[in-house]
């Protein structure tokens, strides 16, 4: 068995590990980051996609609001390529106008130092004349759009030129726990590498557990009770960007409140539902139903607007079951250390919290290793850019004026977003990339209203041709997998992988479920069009390998959807 040693090994590919290897790595520790499946596969990759300003929060939690100003401030300056700088209305709509939540927004603004003026009606119109006419008031705060999948690959490649080795695909199935009943201590984890279907033994000084709605998971493998309580939240695109800023309605945070431009598309969200299973999240007609009728009070309209997707995260709400007071930093995550709390030494849980706050969160995880671990070099993340920042934040039109400028339109993949042949074989080139979902976190392939229509054969094909010329025939191994099914050598797995026929359909299977609960109207006919592109004209379901299994299909084939 493959046997590797580290100082720290972080559990969990999410915004939060990535957060935590950047940060140990740039302290000086040797890091290790596992993650499952590709990086950003969990709530990192399902979000709603804002930086928050700490608006939200600034009546109901005066903390979190000061957390959310503070880390936006340095987010746009580490992360800046990864966020575009739109700004946000609170805006009072007549169903909000009887209460007193705005004077209290107003106010708890100014106590969290959130930057809030108020703006005339008028003056929001002009700005954003999609918004409903008969809103009552306007403040305007600094409210962003953050695209996740940049952030996590940024923090995820600084951790890696800090020193941190990360290892997607790799999931743990067990920590190694070392001593008795009275001094257990954790010593690192049984991974399954679950491309090259081996198993991995990882030795550490210390466990971080970043496993987000899955940490209770893990730490019930050193038989420690983290109770996780997941909270469902649904999102829906719209098939084009309604706004330009970030609309927040001015009261009691609830339902379908929140509508966030997001490159060429606009988010609503979201929803609060108690789930018991993380791996199969339907979403309800009701659901739907709920943010439609919600948008309508923002955006007059909404509920005739082409939808081109709806998905669904999961919060990782945390209940505490033990008697312990090392527990709560903020209300808003949680940090436990199991020495203190379990008597299980060498095991730190970082759970909770937001995707505007996860560098904090990594910064206070990392104070605590340190005091477990000795200390070393102080926290930077604070004032070290990420590679990409000096690039500035984007803005809507950038990719069309690169491909503009660059004349790239015969090398055009993805017509919806945009997506050129070399961003595409750089993204396989960069990232061990599995299928086209990979990709498509990468470069935002299919993301668009054909959600996937065109592009999929396309990119089925340049991943084809790349892996052909690391020396990997299709025939050579389509027949090499058909004869050793479950076989556990490298070069049978690495074709099954990159079969093209699989590729191609393990993708629309992954689009196909996020369109599902939204398929009427215009994305009905797109629908009617894709289908017939693909098993009319490629005739998809009879492609030479039909009846094989992806290695991966467990992964693909579940019913959870993301953007
Ligand atoms: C619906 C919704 C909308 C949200 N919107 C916003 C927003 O607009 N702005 C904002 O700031 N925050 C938002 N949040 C909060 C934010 O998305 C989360 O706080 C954040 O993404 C959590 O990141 P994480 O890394 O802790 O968890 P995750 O991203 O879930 O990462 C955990 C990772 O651990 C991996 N893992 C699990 N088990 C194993 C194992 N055995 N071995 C290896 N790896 C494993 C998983 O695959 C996963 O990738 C939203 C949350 C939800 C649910």
């Known amino acids: 068995m493959k046997t590797l040693t580290t100082e720290i090994l972080v559990i969990g590919g999410g915004v939060t590990g990535a957060g935590v290897a950047w940060d140990a790595a740039l302290r000086g520790f040797d890091v290790i980051l596992v993650e499952q499946r590709d990086v950003g596969h969990g709530t990192s990759g399902r979000f709603h996609g804002l930086l928050h300003s700490g608006g939200r929060y600034a009546v109901k939690d005066a903390i979190s609001a000061q957390e959310c100003i503070h880390e936006n401030r340095i987010l746009r300056q580490t992360h800046a390529h990864c966020i575009e700088d739109t700004g946000g209305f609170f805006v009072v709509t007549p169903e909000d106008a009887q209460s007193d939540y705005p004077q209290r927004f107003v106010q708890g ?56 080795r990360i290892f997607t695909y790799h999931q743990v199935v067990s920590l190694l726990v070392a001593g008795d009943d009275d001094a257990r201590r954790v010593i690192g984890a049984q991974v399954q590498d679950v491309v090259r279907d081996e198993r991995v033994l990882i030795h550490a000084a210390l466990v971080i557990n970043a496993a987000g709605a899955w940490s209770g998971r893990i730490a019930a493998m050193a038989d420690v009770s983290v109770d996780i309580v997941p909270g469902k939240g649904v999102m829906l695109a719209t098939a084009h960007r309604l706004v330009n800023r970030v609309i927040n309605r001015c009261k009691w945070p609830g339902d379908g409140d929140i509508l966030v431009p997001a490159h060429t598309v606009s988010i609503i969200g979201t929803t609060d539902t108690a789930v018991s299973d993380l791996e199969h999240l339907t979403i309800e007609e009701w659901e739907i139903q709920k943010m439609l009728t919600e948008g309508e009070k923002m955006i007059p309209g909404f509920a005739q607007t082409r939808i081109l997707r709806a998905w669904a995260g999961v919060r990782p709400l945390y209940r505490e079951t033990a008697v312990s007071d090392d527990r709560d930093i903020s209300r808003k995550f949680t940090l436990l250390n199991h020495h203190v709390r379990d008597g299980v030494a060498r095991l730190i849980t970082i759970t909770g919290g937001k995707l505007t706050t996860f560098r904090m969160m990594a910064e206070r995880t990392v104070d605590l290793a340190a005091a477990i671990l000795g200390p070393r070099r102080p926290c930077t993340t604070a004032s070290t850019p990420v590679p990409g920042a000096e690039k500035g934040a984007y803005w809507l039109g950038h990719r069309l004026q690169d491909v503009e400028r660059n004349r790239w339109q015969n090398q055009l993949i993805c017509e919806c977003e945009l997506v050129t042949r070399g961003m595409l074989e750089d993204a396989v080139r960069q990232n061990p990339t599995v299928g086209l979902d990979d990709l498509r976190r990468d470069v935002r392939l299919g993301m668009g209203p054909c959600q996937g229509g065109f592009c999929t054969y396309r990119a089925v094909g340049v991943v084809h041709e790349l892996k052909l010329e690391k020396g990997l025939s299709a025939e050579t191994g389509n027949a090499a997998w058909a004869s050793e099914q479950g076989g556990s050598s490298d070069t049978v797995r690495a074709s099954q992988l990159y079969n093209p026929n699989l590729l191609l359909r393990d ?57």
Not at 119 to 144: C, H, K, T
Not at 520 to 538: C, F, M, N, R, T
Not at 539 to 561: G, I, M, V
Request: net charge negative.
């Open 109 to 164: 603004c100014a106590q969290a130092g959130i930057p809030c003026d108020e703006i005339s009606v008028a003056a929001a119109l002009r700005l954003e004349p999609r918004l409903n006419p008969a809103i009552n008031q306007v403040f305007a705060v600094p409210d962003a759009s953050v695209d996740g999948f940049k952030l996590i690959h940024a923090t995820m490649q600084a951790a890696r030129l800090a020193g941190a």
């Open 507 to 563: 993708f629309l299977q992954e689009r196909w479920k996020g369109v599902r609960p939204i398929v009427w109207g215009q994305q009905l006919k797109q629908e009617a069009l894709d289908q017939l592109i693909y098993l009319s004209i490629l005739n998809a379901d009879h492609l030479p390998d039909a009846q094989l299994k992806s290695p991966l299909s467990d992964f693909y084939h579940q019913e959870s959807t993301d953007a």
